[in-house]
Structure formats: structure tokens, C-alpha cells
């Protein structure tokens, strides 16, 4: 028997109505494959402004840096939205990736043929898109210094970020993208501004330098806002993106509604050595919080993320995986991916089907 420990992060909103569908489904593949996962529960975001006036407690930290892997749901709300920055939900995720130092985000996004109809897209337009998106996650415009609030001479406010990359958080990030593109299609597209910022050119040509190691690899570049626009326009021209921090949150997004719903994307956020953070690419939605409306499936397929690439347990990921097709096959829908003539679920319901196709 395989054991791992896995640390749960519920966070806000919908959090976790979806962590608790994902757990059950866990449960049941541990069975089936013989693993035994050993759950402990760990408070961040509003949930642990709450409790603990902090969002990432470091009991939390804690939890995680001894774990085998970190399942996480989603934070944020209106409630905490006026806090200090220091004190926001948001400031604890940062301090979760920049604490483990998961430098490598991978965000997948693939259309399913049950979804095309989901889609805001045309048809033509989506079929067959496939395309993984890695976001650098521990720097760029999120981390640099310095940042703040300032006072001006004139006593005017002066808001402050700073973008910077250093050479080796560049090369780190684009090996892992250029490893990512070899076990795809072969295709890296890098994406910045290196027709306006400093940092962009330095990023695009240290990736140009790395790439030099990969020649079965066919690099090329775009500018962030045609990629934002090619994106749209024809997204089956990508294979792999590699990205800075920001500009990956916004593409991600983007990239994630050519599937349907962002409630059917998730992500890996992983190091290179220690867990890895498994959580979907969507946030808390506050707006159907508690009203088991939440699509748990972006959930679920970070825990098949989770167990592919912070467990090495491909074969448990393959059958969640494919449970999660056969119910969208057997025409189960929440609200985000509802199309004509299908079945309405909530999240409950949806986990409820999973498990039924797990166990069948
Ligand atoms: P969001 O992703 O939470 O929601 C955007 C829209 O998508 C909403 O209409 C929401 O209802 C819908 N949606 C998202 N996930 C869904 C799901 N699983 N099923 C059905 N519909 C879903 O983004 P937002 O509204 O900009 O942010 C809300 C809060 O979440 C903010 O506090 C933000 O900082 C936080 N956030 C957290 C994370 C994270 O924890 N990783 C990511 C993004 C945003
Ligand atoms: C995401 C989120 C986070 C980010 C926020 C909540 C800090 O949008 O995971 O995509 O910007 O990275
Ligand atoms: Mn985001």
C-alpha cells in the first residue's frame, strides 16, 4: 500500500463545497488503486483571517512543507476585500507559492468534445484546442521590489510595482516549459513585451539562449497583446505558451473559456523539489457561494493532477479522468457548462454521479 499525505486547503466561497466532492473521489480511487491517503486540514485566505487574523498561519506552511502534496480549493471575498494588503486572502496564496517556491505553473487547457457547445466560441474555432500554458509563478510584477503605496515631494499617493526577472528564474521557468513542449507537440510559444519592457527582453533573450539545448523544440515569440488577440482568433496554432507571472494569469483565463467554463480548469503549481500546490485555475466565486451551483470538476481534475504529477500515480489520474468524461458523456452539466437538453446538476450531484461511474 502506497501512504501519502495529503494537506486539504478549503479556503473561501466555494471552496469548499468543491475540496468536499474531490475528497470523496479520492477516497474511493485510494481504494481502487491501493493507496492510502492520510488527510489533514489546513486554514487559508478569509477562513484563516478569520480565525487567526493571518492568511497563511505558518502552522499552515507547516502542514504543507510535510506533506507529499497540497490540495487546494480557492480564497478570496468581498469580506476581506478592504483589508490591508498584507492581511488579504490573495497575500496568502502568494506566501503558499512563494513559501514552497513553486516557481512552475502548469495550466492545461483542453477542449472536450462533450463541451464544444459550452463554449462561447465557434465550433471550428475550438475543436481539437489543446494547449498548456506555463506561468512563471514566484516572480515578475507579483514579487519584484520595490512595491507599495508611496507619498510623493508633491505629498500626491504614488502606487508602485516593480516587474523584474532575474536570468535564473527565467531559465528555470522555460526548461521546465521546453521539457513541457517535448512531452506535447513539440511547439513553445514564449509570450512578453519585449517591444516595451526591459525585463521582456532580458526574459526573451535568455529563452532564446536556453532553447539552444532543445533543438527538437520549434521556439517562437509573440507580443502579449496579440497572443491575448490570437488566443480568440485561432487558439489551435498553440501547442505549449511559457509566460511570466501576470501575463499568465490573464492568458490562463482567457485560454480557459475556449473549454467552456473555468470551472473545468486546473492547474499545477509545482518546485523542483518538495509538494507541489494542486487547485483549480478559477477563484472563490463569490457570487454562487453556498448555493451548490459550484462546478467541482476543475477541482477534481487538480486532484487527477495531483496524482499524475506530485504522486507519480498516472494510472489513479488516467480513471479520474476518464470518470470525469463519462459523466459529461452521460450529459451532466452544472450551470457554467449548461447547454440545450442536458441535465442541470449541482455540485453535490455531480460528485455524486463521479462516484457512482468510479464505482461501477
Ligand atoms: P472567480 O474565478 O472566482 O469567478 C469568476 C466567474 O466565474 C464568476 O462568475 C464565478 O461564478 C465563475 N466561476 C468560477 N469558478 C466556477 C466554478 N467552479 N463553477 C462555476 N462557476 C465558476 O474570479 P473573481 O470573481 O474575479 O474572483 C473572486 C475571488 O476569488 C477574488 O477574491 C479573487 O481574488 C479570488 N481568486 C482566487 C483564486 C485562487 O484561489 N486561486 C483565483 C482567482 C481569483
Ligand atoms: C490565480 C489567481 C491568483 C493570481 C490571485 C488570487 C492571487 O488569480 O491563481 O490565477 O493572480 O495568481
Ligand atoms: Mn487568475
Not at 477516497?27 to 489546513?42: N, P, W
Not at 463554449?119 to 514566484?138: A, C, F
Not at 513542449?181 to 533573450?205: E, H, I, P, T
Not at 470518470?323 to 458523456?329: K, P, T
Request: glycine share 10%; proline share 4%; net charge negative.
Amino acid at each position: 500500500t502506497q501512504q501519502y499525505r495529503i494537506t486539504l486547503l478549503p479556503g473561501d466561497g466555494i471552496g469548499p463545497e468543491i475540496l468536499t466532492v474531490t475528497v470523496e473521489v479520492l477516497k474511493v480511487i485510494g481504494k481502487q488503486f491501493d493507496i492510502t491517503f492520510e488527510f489533514q486540514k489546513g486554514l487559508i485566505g478569509g477562513a484563516a483571517i478569520d480565525e487567526t487574523s493571518e492568511p497563511l498561519p505558518s502552522e499552515t506552511l507547516e502542514l504543507c512543507r510535510n506533506s507529499d502534496a497540497v490540495l487546494l480549493a480557492a480564497i478570496g471575498g468581498y469580506k476581506w476585500d478592504n483589508l490591508p494588503r498584507l492581511q488579504r486572502p490573495e497575500t496568502g496564496l502568494l506566501g503558499l507559492r512563494a513559501g514552497l517556491n513553486l516557481f512552475a505553473n502548469l495550466r492545461p487547457a483542453t477542449i472536450l468534445p462533450q463541451l464544444i457547445d459550452a463554449s462561447s466560441l465557434k465550433k471550428e474555432v475550438v475543436e481539437g484546442v489543446d494547449i498548456m500554458v506555463v506561468r512563471e509563478l514566484t516572480g515578475g510584477v507579483y514579487f519584484g521590489q520595490p512595491k507599495g503605496i508611496f507619498t510623493t515631494e508633491t505629498g500626491e499617493k504614488r502606487g508602485v510595482n516593480t516587474m523584474a526577472y532575474t536570468e535564473t528564474e527565467i531559465d528555470r521557468i522555460a526548461h521546465v516549459a521546453f521539457e513541457a513542449a517535448r512531452k506535447r507537440r513539440g511547439k513553445l510559444c514564449s509570450v512578453d513585451k519585449a517591444n516595451v519592457l526591459d525585463v521582456s527582453q532580458l526574459w526573451r533573450d535568455r529563452v532564446i539562449t536556453i532553447s539552444e539545448t532543445y533543438p527538437d523544440i520549434e521556439l517562437s515569440h509573440m507580443y502579449v497583446d496579440n497572443a491575448a488577440m490570437q488566443l480568440v482568433r485561432n487558439p489551435k496554432q498553440f501547442d505549449t505558451i511559457v509566460t511570466g507571472n501576470l501575463f499568465g494569469d490573464i492568458l490562463s483565463d482567457a485560454a480557459a473559456m475556449l473549454t467552456g467554463s473555468i470551472g473545468m480548469l486546473p492547474s499545477a503549481s509545482l518546485g523542483s523539489t518538495g509538494p507541489g500546490v494542486f487547485e483549480p485555475v478559477h477563484g472563490s466565486a463569490p457570487d454562487i457561494a453556498g448555493q451548490d451551483k459550484a462546478n467541482p470538476l476543475a477541482q477534481v481534475l487538480s486532484a487527477a493532477m495531483m496524482l499524475r504529477y506530485g504522486l507519480n500515480e498516472a494510472a489513479a489520474a488516467d480513471k479520474i479522468e476518464q470518470s470525469v468524461l463519462a459523466v459529461l458523456d452521460q450529459g451532466y452539466r452544472t450551470g457554467d457548462i449548461m447547454s440545450h437538453s442536458m441535465k442541470l446538476v449541482g455540485c453535490q450531484e455531480m460528485g455524486d454521479v463521479l462516484l457512482k461511474v468510479l464505482e461501477s
